[in-house]
């Protein structure tokens, strides 16, 4: 179960973004992954419904700031509190922009074995090029459950799967033992790892080698993670500040670690707010005080408190005024 492998951070072009690919049925014949893929925000209106049209601004956002791929329906979407015509009328409106040859994954996120494949099936015809997969929600699934699942899920559709493991949130762990036995299935390219434990990158890569594209999902363990092989990330804040998290990117890319860490330091305080049980409601304040969205979430959630709003406040406005300049 051992491969040979290499700790270098993964020769790739220098490219800011990619460049478009050759078309298949979905706009892109397959997903190259590596670089920042935003998990985007879901937008509302005041009343609740999905504002659409700012939808189409803040990926314009994005895109103009040099992602590498688009993230839909995750933790930070708001997954749970959308009905399944919702998360398909949201894979289809994505899906008919021009998003430059960027590839839009879904959100797999059900609770059901029978709604996740109804799911998978009909978000593959709605046009979604790929899906990123969690283990059932709310049943605590044990290892034997968890791998079935993912099995039977990636066997709905021919299209191709990044395995997401984020126990600390959903309290199933796919240990790195459990991606060895993953690795056998063909469908899973990918794996977000969000079990704040760096730890985990090594043990991955010890047991799979090169096997899986391996991609940071916790905003404030970005560069811990780069220096560890990870070929990309799953990001938070890049919703309010897509260039900097692409220069992030790129400084680790090209080994040049200090003004890596430089840029990071001053990113930091603002990726802490990625941590936590309200990590969308100040997520999506950020997002609305730097004029790029709105701080509107759907309930349960409630907006921040006075107290709590300002904290994020102040944590934005020191970040501001000590922006660095980009080259």
Not at 26 to 52: C, M, R, S, Y
Not at 154 to 161: G, I, K
Not at 169 to 182: H, M, N, R, S
Not at 274 to 290: N, R, S, W
Request: with cysteine; glycine share 8%.
């Amino acid at each position: 179960g051992i491969h040979a492998y290499s700790f270098a951070f993964p020769d790739i072009s220098s490219r800011s973004s990619p460049p478009d690919t050759a078309t298949g049925k979905h706009g892109l014949a397959n997903i190259e992954w590596q670089g920042v893929f935003p998990a985007l925000t879901t937008k509302f209106t005041a009343a609740g419904a999905i504002d659409w049209e700012a939808m189409a601004r803040h990926l314009e956002f994005q895109l103009d700031g040099g992602v590498h791929g688009l993230i839909i329906l995750g933790s930070l979407g708001e997954n749970a509190t959308l009905s399944m015509a919702e998360k398909l009328e949201m894979v289809g409106f994505f899906a008919g922009q021009e998003r430059r040859g960027r590839p839009l994954i879904a959100c797999i996120a059900e609770s059901s074995t029978r709604d996740a494949l109804e799911f998978a099936t009909a978000a593959e015809a709605a046009g979604a090029d790929g899906f990123m997969l969690l283990p059932p929600m709310r049943y605590a699934s044990d290892r034997r459950e968890t791998l079935a699942y993912l099995h039977d899920v990636a066997a709905a559709t021919s299209l191709p799967f990044m395995l997401y493991n984020n126990p600390i949130a959903y309290g199933t762990d796919i240990t790195p033992e459990d991606f060895l036995k993953l690795a056998d299935n063909p469908k899973f390219e990918a794996i977000k790892e969000s079990a704040a434990d760096t730890r985990r990158f090594a043990d991955i890569r010890r047991l799979t080698g090169d096997r899986f594209a391996l991609f940071c999902g916790v905003d404030d363990l970005a560069l811990e993670c780069f220096a560890l092989g990870a070929q990309g990330w799953v990001a938070g804040l890049v919703v309010a500040f897509p260039r900097e998290t692409v220069r992030l990117w790129e400084l680790c890319r090209d080994g040049r670690w200090a003004e890596a860490r430089q840029l990071y330091e001053w990113f930091l305080p603002l990726l802490h707010l990625d941590i936590g049980p309200k990590f969308v409601q100040q997520i999506k304040l950020v997002e609305a005080l730097a004029g790029v969205g709105s701080a509107k979430v759907r309930a349960p959630r409630m907006q921040l408190s006075e107290a709590e709003a300002s904290r994020v406040e102040a944590i934005l406005a020191e970040a501001l005024a000590n922006r660095p300049g980009l080259d």
